[in-house]
């Protein structure tokens, strides 16, 4: 490893830069041109953004078509623990909720992933052997990106020898908003380069880009390099998750798709905590990419509090009557 | 000058959460005074504003319950001294409502207000009234004392808007219970100006919880909620007060039988109103050598 963490030794054979798909081939051809192609994206209308959202979020989603989008919801979702104090004990804990998230009922479906931090994804991915729930982990430095390359680039590589099928990865922000957008396009690749057969999520960090304009340019930008799903946040960072920033990035994935015929996820995470704002979610994607994306290998909630509001609403449906915290369990 | 004065007429909303939502129904009723007369357009909450209600209170509760005795009683006589403040206002509001004479409504109010002075009084005697050291046949110290049951949820009675709403509020308060109220129907103005009160006091958000509008509505929702732990039953209608009850076991709550009929609230309360809602903890501990 020592010469993997030596900066020289990787610029001695930087390798050609990998090509975005047809017809965006010559966008990268330098940083000036890649700029001024993501500048010349369509400007985002931020009060038109937040009134569309404001309008879809009042659909009223009742009986079979909640019990439906709860059901959907849940497959969706990313149970994610990425705290400094995580143990290998609670990553087994919360790898036996995914497979089984309501003991009271085993219809309840099983979730998309489990989301770790790479050092456990180990523990994850044996605790889920044989049951198709991927194994999420987080990389590149998470949740900051503030590290050289070779320490990213490792960093990914060791989370999939760990067993992790799904990256998330974190742009590199200040290189972003400082304008050197074919660093962050390069780094981007690279990291999907190092993934091998993982899936990498690009996780754009809305809370810190500030602007709608740069929320689609970023969206474009980590398509471009190759990213299989774009996400919103880190989950550290308030502002996360928020409808706008979600319906910016899914109008990028639709057109990005509509050019290029690849289609790309989208997973918003942070601050999605109530069964609500899923069903807004569910409600944003049908109107505005359509139901190509209503499934957990397009969509997914990055979230750990979300499931037991699903979970007690799942209930309420069940039995008719209201349910309470201490009938899901506390993570 | 009064009558070119454009009226400011005033908004009637709930009070859930330390906040004065409109309730999520988009739904009012009108209120009339014993007369018949219009008084105003009160929010007719829904069993969702029940929902939100009992997650607010029971977010409440371990702040409250673990408040020292001391302190809640000190929070609570604050209340009081607001209500106080408001005397005129509650006046005007249980003559109209309740059909008093400015006299009668004076002695209710007044009545109310001793009432919650006297339960503020009660939160730090609790313990040695209903708890103390028990002689046990073995060398161990042991002791009981009440702890409260939790979120509470209770039908305020439908005649007393005032005086009977504070009789069976403050003594869920006083144990360190959070509570969700559904306030008389017929009556409900003195209760929205109470959260008004409450708002102002030192009282948590999400303490207390107070709905205007049908306890035969709301009422099932509550007593089946899973996350409730008991339930008082006063104000239910009668023919409703067995239903509730057997909705109530499912989850195995605290249940507070309705009286026969609407009681006299002026009489001495004792601890009745308390006990139902406290649990007694015992503890044993070696006694050492």
Same mark, same amino acid.
């Given at each position: 490893?020592?010469?993997?963490?030596?900066?020289?030794?990787?610029?001695?054979?930087?390798?050609?830069?990998?090509?975005?798909?047809?017809?965006?081939?010559?966008?990268?051809?330098?940083?000036?041109?890649?700029?001024?192609?993501?500048?010349?994206?369509?400007?985002?209308?931020?009060?038109?953004?937040?009134?569309?959202?404001?309008?879809?979020?009042?659909? +009223?989603?009742?009986?079979?078509?909640?019990?439906?989008?709860?059901?959907?919801?849940?497959?969706?979702?990313?149970?994610?623990?990425?705290?400094?104090?995580?143990?290998?004990?609670?990553?087994?804990?919360?790898?036996?909720?995914?497979?089984?998230?309501?003991?009271?009922?085993?219809?309840?479906?099983?979730?998309?992933?489990?989301?770790?931090?790479?050092?456990?994804?180990?523990?994850?991915?044996?605790?889920?052997?044989?049951?198709?729930?991927?194994?999420?982990?987080?990389?590149?430095?998470?949740?900051?990106?503030?590290? +050289?390359?070779?320490?990213?680039?490792?960093?990914?590589?060791?989370?999939?020898?760990?067993?992790?099928?799904?990256?998330?990865?974190?742009?590199?922000?200040?290189?972003?908003?400082?304008?050197?957008?074919?660093?962050?396009?390069?780094?981007?690749?690279?990291?999907?380069?190092?993934?091998?057969?993982?899936?990498?999520?690009?996780?754009?960090?809305?809370?810190?880009?500030?602007?709608?304009?740069?929320?689609?340019?970023?969206?474009?930008?980590?398509?471009?390099?190759?990213?299989?799903?774009?996400?919103?946040?880190?989950?550290?960072? +308030?502002?996360?998750?928020?409808?706008?920033?979600?319906?910016?990035?899914?109008?990028?994935?639709?057109?990005?798709?509509?050019?290029?015929?690849?289609?790309?996820?989208?997973?918003?995470?942070?601050?999605?905590?109530?069964?609500?704002?899923?069903?807004?979610?569910?409600?944003?994607?049908?109107?505005?990419?359509?139901?190509?994306?209503?499934?957990?290998?397009?969509?997914?909630?990055?979230?750990? +509090?979300?499931?037991?509001?699903?979970?007690?609403?799942?209930?309420?449906?069940?039995?008719?009557?209201?349910?309470?915290?201490?009938?899901?369990?506390?993570? | $000058?009064?009558?070119?004065?454009?009226?400011?007429?005033? *908004?009637?909303?709930?009070?859930?959460?330390?906040?004065?939502?409109?309730?999520?129904?988009?739904?009012?009723?009108?209120?009339?005074?014993?007369?018949?007369?219009?008084?105003?357009?009160?929010?007719?909450?829904?069993?969702?504003?029940?929902?939100?209600?009992?997650?607010?209170?029971?977010?409440?509760?371990?702040?409250?319950?673990?408040?020292?005795?001391?302190?809640?009683?000190?929070?609570?006589?604050?209340?009081?001294?607001? $209500?106080?403040?408001?005397?005129?206002?509650?006046?005007?509001?249980?003559?109209?409502?309740?059909? @008093?004479?400015?006299?009668?409504?004076?002695?209710?109010?007044?009545?109310?207000? =001793?009432?919650?002075?006297?339960?503020?009084?009660?939160?730090?005697? @609790?313990?040695?009234?209903?708890?103390?050291?028990?002689?046990?046949?073995?060398?161990?110290?042991?002791?009981?004392?009440?702890?409260?049951?939790?979120?509470?949820?209770?039908?305020?009675?439908?005649?007393?808007?005032?005086?009977?709403?504070?009789?069976?509020?403050?003594?869920?308060?006083?144990?360190?219970?959070?509570?969700?109220?559904?306030?008389?129907?017929?009556?409900?103005?003195?209760?929205?100006?109470?959260?008004?009160?409450?708002?102002?006091?030192?009282?948590?958000?999400?303490?207390?919880?107070?709905?205007?509008?049908?306890?035969?509505?709301?009422?099932?929702? @509550?007593?089946?909620?899973? =996350?409730?732990?008991?339930?008082?039953?006063?104000?239910?209608?009668?023919?409703?007060?067995?239903?509730?009850?057997?909705?109530?076991?499912?989850?195995?709550?605290?249940?507070?039988?309705?009286?026969?009929?609407?009681?006299?609230? *002026?009489?001495?309360?004792?601890?009745?109103?308390?006990?139902?809602?406290?649990?007694?903890?015992?503890?044993?501990?070696? $006694?050492?050598?």
């Amino acid at each position: 490893m020592t010469d993997l963490l030596d900066p020289h030794a990787l610029a001695a054979e930087t390798p050609p830069r990998r090509e975005p798909p047809a017809p965006f081939r010559d966008v990268t051809r330098s940083g000036a041109a890649f700029r001024a192609f993501l500048h010349g994206l369509p400007g985002v209308d931020q009060v038109g953004a937040e009134a569309r959202t404001a309008v879809l979020g009042t659909r +009223s989603i009742k009986t079979t078509a909640k019990a439906w989008a709860i059901d959907t919801a849940i497959a969706m979702v990313d149970l994610t623990t990425l705290e400094g104090a995580d143990t290998p004990g609670k990553v087994r804990s919360l790898a036996a909720k995914a497979k089984q998230p309501d003991p009271t009922d085993p219809a309840t479906p099983q979730v998309a992933a489990v989301c770790v931090y790479g050092d456990l994804a180990g523990i994850a991915r044996e605790a889920l052997a044989g049951t198709g729930i991927h194994v999420a982990a987080v990389a590149t430095a998470f949740p900051s990106g503030r590290a +050289s390359r070779a320490v990213k680039l490792a960093d990914v590589q060791d989370a999939v020898a760990n067993g992790a099928d799904e990256i998330d990865m974190v742009i590199d922000r200040g290189a972003f908003l400082a304008g050197r957008y074919l660093d962050v396009y390069d780094e981007i690749a690279a990291v999907k380069e190092a993934c091998g057969d993982a899936h990498l999520k690009v996780i754009l960090e809305t809370g810190e880009l500030v602007t709608l304009d740069n929320v689609r340019r970023a969206s474009w930008l980590a398509m471009l390099a190759g990213g299989d799903f774009i996400k919103t946040s880190t989950g550290k960072i +308030s502002p996360a998750a928020t409808l706008p920033v979600c319906l910016v990035m899914l109008e990028a994935v639709r057109d990005f798709r509509a050019a290029t015929g690849r289609q790309v996820g989208v997973k918003p995470a942070g601050g999605i905590r109530t069964t609500k704002d899923a069903i807004k979610h569910l409600v944003l994607i049908n109107e505005t990419v359509g139901p190509d994306w209503l499934s957990p290998d397009w969509f997914r909630f990055g979230a750990s +509090s979300l499931l037991n509001d699903l979970l007690l609403q799942r209930q309420k449906l069940r039995t008719g009557h209201y349910s309470g915290p201490d009938h899901v369990t506390v993570d | $000058m009064s009558s070119d004065r454009l009226a400011v007429r005033k *908004t009637y909303k709930l009070y859930v959460n330390g906040a004065f939502p409109r309730s999520e129904s988009g739904r009012t009723y009108e209120v009339t005074d014993a007369k018949g007369h219009f008084l105003a357009n009160a929010a007719l909450a829904s069993r969702k504003d029940a929902r939100d209600a009992v997650v607010a209170a029971r977010a409440a509760f371990p702040k409250w319950s673990g408040a020292t005795a001391y302190n809640r009683g000190q929070v609570l006589y604050r209340v009081a001294e607001v $209500m106080e403040g408001r005397h005129v206002q509650f006046c005007e509001e249980v003559a109209a409502g309740e059909g @008093l004479s400015s006299g009668k409504a004076r002695a209710a109010v007044d009545a109310a207000i =001793d009432r919650w002075v006297w339960y503020a009084g009660w939160t730090d005697k @609790l313990a040695s009234v209903l708890g103390g050291a028990n002689p046990v046949a073995g060398p161990y110290f042991d002791f009981s004392v009440p702890e409260p049951t939790g979120v509470v949820a209770v039908l305020a009675p439908q005649r007393s808007s005032l005086l009977g709403l504070v009789s069976v509020l403050a003594p869920v308060l006083a144990g360190g219970n959070t509570a969700v109220v559904v306030t008389s129907k017929e009556r409900p103005l003195p209760a929205v100006t109470l959260g008004e009160v409450l708002a102002t006091s030192d009282v948590p958000a999400g303490v207390v919880n107070l709905l205007t509008g049908d306890a035969e509505e709301i009422g099932p929702w @509550l007593a089946e909620h899973d =996350d409730v732990d008991a339930v008082d039953l006063t104000g239910a209608p009668a023919r409703r007060a067995m239903e509730l009850e057997r909705l109530a076991a499912g989850s195995i709550k605290r249940v507070l039988r309705p009286p026969a009929e609407e009681p006299d609230w *002026t009489a001495d309360p004792g601890l009745a109103r308390m006990t139902p809602f406290l649990e007694t903890k015992t503890v044993w501990h070696p $006694m050492g050598v």
